[in-house]
């Protein structure tokens, strides 16, 4: 299939590549359906919020800032307990997703936060003189209105991941960055090294460009 | 009631105080302001930025919630209502914003219909509502636009359109005319006003321009330093301001009476007799008549106009002149009492009015 890899070869990058895009994908899922619900709630409670509350939004910003600050490699290796509770084993693609969800969800917060803080004060207010309520607010005002900064957002996190993922193969995760490591770099075989970074380009920029394509489709400011 | 003064007013403000506390001293945004606004008025609230406008109107939906006093509107003491009851409150409630606040997401339809929505309003009913709203504030070619491919002031016919989407009964403008050019404005205005006699609607308008207060109000508010210091319909506030705040306000739309460096160019009084400034308030049906000719007739004076201009408020027309009066001081002085016992306002105003 690749002309200028050995068949066998072929095989191991394709598995590699849907490990790949299982970890960026699967990440992702995670850090959306989690990231958002916490983003809305530390945006509610901080001062001047929806409802200012210093006790939920304080432990939680913390929680969020201390992820963010562990190197990546780091986190996977000082989660590995958890990781068993919630993946049944430590090693593999599965398992490699805990850690890269809980590192994309606490980065993805933040840039939630980011985009829900955007949003013109002038039109919550407008909405709570209409007679919202807190979760109204939420669904159909902040996050409609957030939406581009939110799908910018989900962007970067997908990129991120793709470079992530390439880490866990460090607990056995795969991916075509453990694939580039262990026969581009350990068995010197260059040509295997650049098919995997030329395939990393193309699904980069194919992330990003449909990444752009829908913050415009969305953008009516 | 036995001793029911009048119909229920629509909106009741009653000792409202609110106070920020920033760095430093603390500040008295509200500092006990009482209001009432008549069923079906148009009431004006002018005053200064920082004056409290603004935190006095988001008090009446409780967007801001005062510090002390009550506020009732249409009977319902919206200060006593529990969260629930009070977004039921606020749907009754029609809000139009200096920065339109649409959301920037929707369409025109889709922002009017979201007070409906948030209601919990059938679709159906929904599209009812738009369709009937759009050609009210003339925009059912734009029903599909985004709020970004507007004007100014179609967006604030958006907003008017959102405002009544809920049919309330009450409608509060925060400003809704002052992010608007002049032409636009008097388009604004003219609306909320045949709105107002159309649907049979209250209106409680803050501004910063008299213009706005002249063109629409019946009865206004002066604020100052968070406090109500002048109150009364539109013409009597105008015409006989009696705060050196609202002087200095109605002034800019009434403008001076005396244009400065005429009193210099005036002849001096003759030997034995005097000059005196008068200004002198036409309001009401005196103003047709001759009264300078005739009292310069019956006093032997001298009467000269030094200015004048004809205008009206509302319906009324009124006339503000400065006359300058030579003759004996005794002659003045019967000629001011005559002209008072006509009903018009004298005044003298000194040799350097400002
Ligand atoms: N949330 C707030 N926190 C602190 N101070 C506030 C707040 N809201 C208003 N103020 C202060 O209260 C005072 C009155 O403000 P308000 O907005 O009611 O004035 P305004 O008459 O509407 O002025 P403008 O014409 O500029 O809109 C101002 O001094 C303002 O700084
Ligand atoms: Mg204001």
Redesign the interface.
Known sequence: MIPWLPPALTDLLIEAAWQTLLMTFGGAVVAIALGLPLALLLHTTAPGGLAPNGWVNRPIGLLVNAIRSTPFIILMVAIVPFTRLVAGTSIGTTAALVPLSLAATAFIVRLFENALREV?R??I?????????RT?IMT??LV??A?PGIIAAITVTLVGLVGYSAMAGAIGGGGLGDLGIRFGYQRFMPEVMATVVLILIIFVQGLQSLGDLLVRR?S?? | MPDDPGPRPAISLHGLTREFRGRGTPLWALDGVSLEVAPGEIFGIVGRSGAGKSTLLRCV?L?ERPDSGRVTVLGQEITSLDEAA??????G?G?V?Q????????TVAGNIA??L???GVPKAEREARVAELLPLVGLEERRDY???QLSGGQKQRVGIA?ALA?RPRIL?CDEATSALDPETTEEILSLIRSIRDRLDLTVLLITHEMAVVKAICDRVAVMEAGRVIEEGRVFDVFTRPAHATTRRFVSEVIGHVVPPGTVARLPDANPGEERRLLQVLFAGPSSTRAVVSEASRRYGLDLNIVSGRIDAIGAEPYGLMALAAYGPPAAIAEATAWMRALGLDVTEIGEDPA
């Open positions: 013109d002038g039109v207010e407008a909405a709570r003189a209409m007679g919202a309520t109204q159909r005002v409609p209105e939406l969305f009516r400011r | 939906n967007l009070l977004r039921g409150a606020r749907r409630i809000m914003f920065h339109f606040n649409l959301l920037s997401a929707r979201f007070p929505e948030i209601a985004y709020p970004a959102r809920s509060l």
